[in-house]
Structures are given as C-alpha cells and as structure tokens.
C-alpha cells in the first residue's frame, strides 16, 4: 500500500463526486480569503473537472466564492489555440469563466502564442512575481486540482518524461499525450508544495490504474510521485473508480 495515499473519500456517481468537488473548491476558498486576503487555485484540464467547473458558475457557489480575491492558474495545458476544442483554457472559460464575476486579471492561462520554451519560461515568471518568490523557492498554492491518465500520467507529466526529476524548473515545456501536442506543465516540486492536493478521478477506466497507484511499492507512475509535503492529499472518486482498491484501503 502506498503509504502516501492521503484521504479518500468516495462518491457514488461523478455528479456527486462534482459536487463534493465544487464545494471543496468554495470552502477553500473563503477560508484562504479570509485568512490572507486572496486564494490562489490551480485546475486541470480533460473532461472530468468540466462537470465541478460548471456547478462553479450556477447558484449557490457562484455567490459563495469570494471570486474578488481569487487567483486562477492551470496545471498544465495544451499549446493549442484557445479556440480549440482540446485547450484546457477554452474548455474553463466556456464552462465557467466568463459566467463569475472575477476580474480578468486574476485569470492566469498559459500562453500557448509563443514556443512551447519560451511559454513555459513565461509562466514561471508570472508564477515567481505573483507569489513574490526569491531565487530557487516554489510557489504555494492553496489548493491543486490533478487528474489521472490510464497510463498513470497526471498534469502533463507521463511516464519516461525526464522531467519527472525536474527539481528547479517551476513550468516546463514537453511533449505527448492524448492529443500528441506540445504541452506547459507545471512540475513535481510545485504540485507537491500546494496546501492542498486533490485528485479527482472518475469511471471504470480509471479503476485499475488507480488500484496501481495505491497497492504500488516503488513511484514507478508519475501519479505516484504527488505527495503532499507540507499539505494535505485527497482522492476524490466514484465509486466505479474505486472499484478495484483494496477493502482495507478504501475502509480505513
């Protein structure tokens, strides 16, 4: 058993893991606000947050969220136009951004206009100036949302990539995927510094991969690798998704 497992929470259907989700995001949220005075979040792309995306945008959480002290940041994304259906941007903007009331400015895409490098360089120097960061330190998020591929991949950070030992770099550019574009990814020491980390995974797809991640020995899978250093780690699944995890893992 993966000792670095964090908490687990399971839902019966992905509407309801959303749900939790999209509540977990608001609760943060106010809580960071009010704390320090703004709450910085990175998302993920694909299809599975977009269902948390949209219950972001309706009543009661559209009001909820103090989205006058939020920050917007990506995990990762694709370095397609935002116009394209695969750019994790265009997917956020169309399912929720442009339906809250958050200042444009404190919306943080990553650039895709200009080389994959160049971006990623880019993005790691509004990252460093946003969190007023001195030489060689790494962000804190207040919370970090991450998916997981059925090959193990999360962000953008598959497996063999030798960015997968990237320990300085905040952004990086790399290539691969589903679809097989030049991508921005934010690496492992930035994913691992977040407050907190929530994996949110869903169907039947994903149950043996997830049953890998957990009853795994050695961080062979880069999902494997997320450990929440000074923070706190949850997965939130369905229960298809959890379908092949072990009963003492899933009771405990």
């Known amino acids: 058993?993966?000792?670095n497992q964090g908490e687990i929470i399971i839902r019966d259907t992905p509407s309801q893991a959303a749900v939790a989700a999209a509540d977990l995001f608001a609760a943060t949220a106010r809580e960071r606000a009010?704390?320090?005075g703004f709450f910085?979040?990175?998302v993920s792309g694909g299809s599975t947050p977009r269902p948390m995306h949209r219950l972001l945008?309706?009543?009661?959480?559209?009001?909820?969220?103090?989205?006058d002290k939020t920050h917007i940041f990506w995990v990762d994304e694709r370095c397609v136009s935002f116009e394209d259906p695969a750019s994790n941007y265009g997917a956020a903007r169309k399912d929720f951004l442009e339906k809250i009331p958050i200042p444009a400015g404190q919306i943080h895409p990553m650039p895709v206009e200009i080389p994959p490098e160049e971006g990623a360089s880019n993005y790691q120097e509004k990252m460093s100036s946003f969190f007023q960061l001195e030489n060689k330190e790494f962000p804190n998020f207040d919370l970090i949302f991450l998916g997981l591929g059925t090959d193990g991949h999360t962000a953008s950070l598959f497996p063999g990539q030798r960015v997968l030992e990237e320990?300085?770099?905040?952004v990086v550019a790399v290539k691969g995927?589903?679809?097989?574009v030049n991508r921005l990814t934010m690496t492992l020491p930035v994913l691992?510094?977040?407050?907190?980390?929530?994996?949110?995974?869903?169907?039947k797809e994903k149950?043996?991969?997830?049953?890998?991640?957990?009853?795994?020995?050695?961080?062979?899978?880069p999902a494997q690798k997320i450990h929440a250093l000074d923070g706190k780690l949850t997965w939130l699944l369905d229960k298809e998704a959890a379908s092949l995890l072990p009963g003492e893992i899933i009771h405990d």
């Open 57 to 67: 945008a309706e009543e009661p959480l559209r009001s909820d969220v103090p989205w």
């Open 207 to 221: 149950a043996g991969t997830l049953r890998t991640v957990f009853e795994g020995n050695q961080a062979r899978l």
């Open 192 to 203: 691992n510094r977040a407050r907190q980390i929530v994996f949110l995974v869903s169907g």
């Open 167 to 170: 320990r300085e770099r905040l």
């Open 34 to 36: 009010s704390d320090k």
């Open 177 to 180: 995927g589903d679809p097989y």
């Open 40 to 42: 910085a979040v990175a």
């Open 1 to 3: 058993m993966n000792v």
